[in-house]
C-alpha cells in the first residue's frame, strides 16, 4: 500500500512538472513568434502600396527586402529576400545618409544569364523613421519606342540628302555642259532616275505617316481579297514587264477580311514589286491565295538570292536593306517591307518570312476572316474549303523549291 501512495505522488509531481515545463515552452514560443514576425510598417502604408500601380521594395535598416510586390520579382530586381542590384543598394545608401528622395533612370540585367536588360525610372524615399521605399516602372518599351522614333528621323534625314544633293549636282553639271548634247542626255536621264527615287522614298515616308494614324476598326470595311490581288497585280505589271518576269496567280478564296482595300492592296504591291526587284530577269513571281483555320493566307514567292538567318530577322526595320548598293540600283526605299508589317499589324494580322540562300523567298501575309453572319449563305463550307483551295507555294514553285515552301507553310 505504502508502495502504491509513493509511486502516485511521484507520478502527480511529474505530471505537474510537465505542465509547467510545457506551458513555459509555450510562452517562449510566443515570444520567438513575435520578434520573427513579419515588421510592422508605418500606419495606411501597406494598404497605398496594395494600390499604387508600381512594382515597390520596403527594405529595412540593413537592406533586407521586408515587402516586394509580385512586379518587382518579375523584373528582377529582388531575389529571395536580397536586393540584386547594386545601383539600387547606392540609392538606398543616399537615401538614408542625406534624408532626400532620389530618381533614377537606370538600365539593369533582365536577369542572371543572357544581354537582356530592363529600364527601369526608380524613386527611393523614406518610409517612416526606419524602412526605405523603392518604386519602380518599367520604361522599357517607352524608351525604345523613342529611339526607333529619333532612328527613324535621323535615317530620313539622310535618305532624303543623298537624291536631293546628286540632283543638286546633277543640275550644276547640266548647266556647265550645256553645249554638250550627249553630256545633257546622260545627265538628264540621270537626274530623272535620282528624282523618281525621291519621289518614291517620299511617297513611302507619306504612305507609312498615314498608315500610324489610320484607325481600320472604325473607317474598315469588308473587301474581297480577290479584287485586292487583282488590282495590286495590275499596278505591279509595268515594272514587271521591263525584266520580262510573268506574275502567276494560283488559288483563290470566298472569305472577306474586315479592313482598308487600299492599304491591303499597297501592303501586298510592296510584295509583289519587293518580289520583281530582287528577282532574276526571265523568271516568274508566284502569287498564292487560300483559307483555312479562320485566316486568309496570301503568299508572294520569288526566284531570287534569298536571305541568310540574319538578315531574315531584320528585314521588316525601317530602311534596312539586305544590299544597300544593290537596293540603289534596283531603287529600292528600304521602307517597303516595314508598311507591309505597320497593314498586317493594323488589320490583326502578321506577315513572315520563309527564305534559304539560293533558294529564294516566300513571304506570306495572313489576315484574319470575317465570320459569317447568321442567315447570310456561305460559298464554301469549312469542310470543303481546305480540300479545294490549293496551298500558296503548289501555285508557284515546282521542284526542290515547292517542297522547301510548303515546309516553310507547315511550320508557320
Do not use: C
Not at 151 to 156: L, P
Amino acid at each position: 500500500m505504502l508502495i502504491g501512495l509513493v509511486a502516485g505522488l511521484i507520478g502527480l509531481a511529474l505530471g505537474t512538472f510537465g505542465v509547467l515545463a510545457y506551458r513555459v515552452s509555450e510562452k517562449q514560443r510566443e515570444l520567438l513568434d513575435v520578434d520573427a514576425g513579419e515588421p510592422a510598417l508605418p500606419a495606411g502604408a501597406a494598404e497605398v502600396l496594395a494600390v499604387v500601380g508600381r512594382a515597390f521594395v520596403v527594405l529595412d535598416d540593413v537592406d533586407g527586402v521586408v515587402r516586394a510586390s509580385p512586379a518587382a520579382y518579375a523584373y528582377g530586381l529582388v531575389r529571395g529576400h536580397t536586393v540584386v542590384h547594386k545601383e539600387l543598394l547606392d540609392m538606398t545608401a543616399g537615401v538614408r545618409r542625406d534624408g532626400v528622395i532620389l530618381e533614377r533612370q537606370l538600365e539593369l540585367p533582365r536577369g542572371p544569364l543572357g544581354h537582356g536588360t530592363i529600364i527601369v525610372q526608380v524613386r527611393a524615399a523614406m518610409l517612416g523613421e526606419e524602412y526605405i521605399l523603392l518604386l519602380a516602372d518599367d520604361r522599357t518599351e517607352i524608351t525604345r519606342t523613342e529611339e526607333i522614333r529619333n532612328d527613324f528621323v535621323a535615317n530620313v534625314s539622310h535618305e532624303l540628302k543623298t537624291p536631293v544633293g546628286a540632283i543638286s549636282l546633277l543640275a550644276e553639271a547640266l548647266e556647265s555642259s550645256a553645249d554638250d548634247e550627249e553630256a545633257v542626255r546622260r545627265f538628264a536621264k540621270r537626274m530623272h532616275k535620282e528624282s523618281a527615287r525621291l519621289a518614291a522614298l517620299v511617297q513611302d515616308i507619306i504612305e507609312l505617316s498615314r498608315l500610324q494614324g489610320a484607325s481600320v476598326i472604325q473607317e474598315g470595311r469588308p473587301v474581297d481579297i480577290n479584287a485586292v490581288i487583282a488590282e495590286a497585280v495590275d499596278r505591279s505589271q509595268l515594272p514587271a514587264e521591263s525584266k520580262n518576269i510573268t506574275i502567276v496567280v494560283g488559288g483563290r478564296t470566298d472569305g472577306k477580311v474586315f479592313g482598308d482595300q487600299d492599304l491591303l492592296v499597297t501592303a501586298l504591291r510592296n510584295l509583289i514589286d519587293n518580289a520583281i526587284r530582287y528577282s532574276p530577269a526571265n523568271t516568274r513571281v508566284g502569287i498564292g491565295v487560300r483559307s483555312k483555320e479562320g485566316l486568309v493566307s496570301i503568299s508572294v514567292t520569288d526566284q531570287g538570292e534569298g536571305l541568310s538567318p540574319e538578315d531574315q530577322e531584320r528585314v521588316f526595320e525601317r530602311f534596312y536593306r539586305v544590299d544597300a548598293a544593290r537596293s540603289r540600283h534596283t531603287g529600292g526605299t528600304g521602307l517597303g517591307l516595314s508598311i507591309v508589317k505597320h497593314v498586317a499589324s493594323n488589320h490583326g494580322g502578321e506577315v513572315s518570312l520563309w527564305s534559304q540562300p539560293g533558294h529564294g523567298s516566300t513571304f506570306t501575309l495572313r489576315l484574319p476572316e470575317m465570320e459569317e453572319r447568321e442567315g447570310e449563305e456561305t460559298s464554301a463550307s469549312p469542310a470543303l474549303a481546305p480540300a479545294r483551295e490549293p496551298s500558296p507555294q503548289q501555285a508557284v514553285v515546282q521542284g526542290s523549291r515547292a517542297a522547301g515552301a510548303n515546309e516553310r507553310g507547315a511550320s508557320a
